[in-house]
Antibody
Framework: QVLLQQSGPGLVKPSQTLSLTCAIS??????????WDWIRHSPSGGLEWLGR?????????DYAVSVKSRITINPDTSKNQFSLHLKSVTPEDTAVYYC?????????????WGQGTKVTVSS | EIVLTQSPGTLSLSPGERATLSCRAS???????LAWYQQKPGQAPRLLIY???SRATGIPDRFSGSGSGTDFTLTISRLEPEDFAVYYC?????????FGGGTTVEIK
């Protein structure tokens, strides 16, 4: 059984960096055929994809255009986890953040999700 | 970027009724890369349908997906009480992806 366990602060001050971690059990961050993504659900209601990291003989990242200048997603093979870092946050970054696994065996859909972390950007 | 437009925004139905949800893409989407999710308050989304028409593991057969190109449909044949939720379509592009805005299925 694959599980994703998220951790990180629920409150971040404006202009600071939002950092979350997603620990993987039952799979490997280096597995072929999967990608490890971050998605957020804003108070306005929409789901927004933020980016992904994946391994295909070497590490790759893709980021959403909307956050590309501020985001970094890093794999950590020693701890079998991956992290999200979003710098220079504003109140518009307030959302529930999810990590998720995307798998080629299900048409690159998200078949496993973390429990979600509610992050509020406020001073 | 491919924009996904879902309609209607809200669907008010009674248990036992049939629900038909639409997802329209701004340009053609590979069937293989179109998915549907269900989300309930306080929970993460759950994968229902992948590849436009394949049910994910453990999903009841009252859920079905169809469509191709730019028009896709999620059908719930007979609504059960636990099916009242928000539904999202999603497409995976080469290096990006997008979600639709969601359809809320509420109890009439």
């Amino acid at each position: 059984q694959v599980l994703l366990q998220q951790s990180g602060p629920g409150l971040v001050k404006p202009s600071q960096t939002l950092s979350l971690t997603c620990a993987i059990s039952g799979d490997s961050v280096s597995s072929n055929g999967v990608a490890w993504d971050w998605i957020r659900h804003s108070p306005s209601g929409g789901l927004e994809w933020l980016g992904r990291t994946y391994y295909r003989s070497k590490w790759y990242n893709d980021y959403a255009v909307s956050v590309k200048s501020r985001i970094t997603i890093n794999p950590d093979t020693s701890k079998n986890q991956f992290s999200l870092h979003l710098k220079s946050v504003t109140p518009e970054d307030t959302a529930v953040y999810y990590c998720a696994r995307r798998r080629s065996g299900v048409g690159l859909a998200f078949d496993i999700w973390g429990q979600g972390t509610k992050v509020t950007v406020s001073s | 970027e491919i924009v996904l437009t879902q309609s209607p925004g809200t669907l008010s139905l009674s248990p036992g009724e049939r629900a038909t949800l639409s997802c329209r893409a701004s340009q053609s989407v590979s069937n293989y890369l179109l998915a549907w999710y269900q989300q309930k308050p306080g929970q993460a989304p759950r994968l229902l349908i992948y590849g436009a028409s394949s049910r994910a593991t453990g999903i009841p057969d009252r859920f079905s997906g169809s469509g191709s190109g730019t028009d896709f449909t999620l059908t719930i044949s007979r609504l059960e009480p636990e099916d009242f939720a928000v539904y999202y379509c999603q497409q995976s592009g080469t290096s990006s992806l997008s979600f639709g805005g969601g359809t809320t299925v509420e109890i009439k």
